[in-house]
Nanobody, 119 residues
Framework: QAQLKESGGGLVQPGGSLRLSCAVS????????MAWYRQAPGKQRELVAR???????DYADSVKGRFTISSDNDKSTIDLQMSSLKPDDTAIYYC?????????????WGQGTQVTVPS
């Protein structure tokens, strides 16, 4: 079973940048996909960006061109580089990974890290 732990959240002014990192406790080679989600107050959790096995990436329309997801297998981290931040980016950001093992799929979530962009 994997454990995920996010870091790097905080308060940043509009237009600023922030880098989130997610430490993964197991070998990332065993993961199907890795992703960042976010949940703003009063809203449902939404996918921000993901890396699918094979290395392809996918982004929410609202962050395309501003956010970049990457992974480092040696360090076992999943990073999210965020730039040109807007107040609408304010949310709790969650790291997610899933693993297919012995005929079943397992979902793993971090505890979340707060990102605040004041208006």
């Amino acid at each position: 079973q994997a454990q995920l732990k996010e870091s790097g959240g905080g308060l940043v002014q509009p237009g600023g940048s922030l880098r989130l990192s997610c430490a993964v406790s197991i070998s990332m080679h065993s993961l199907n996909s890795m992703a960042w989600y976010r949940q703003a107050p009063g809203k449902q959790r939404e996918l921000v960006a993901r890396i699918i096995s094979g290395g392809s990436t996918d982004y929410a329309d609202s962050v395309k061109g501003r956010f970049t997801i990457s992974s480092d297998n040696d360090k076992s981290t999943i990073d999210l580089q965020m730039s040109s931040l807007k107040p609408d980016d304010t949310a709790i950001y969650y790291c997610h990974a899933d693993q297919y093992y012995s005929g079943a799929t397992y979902d793993y979530w971090g505890q979340g890290t707060q990102v605040t962009v004041p208006s």
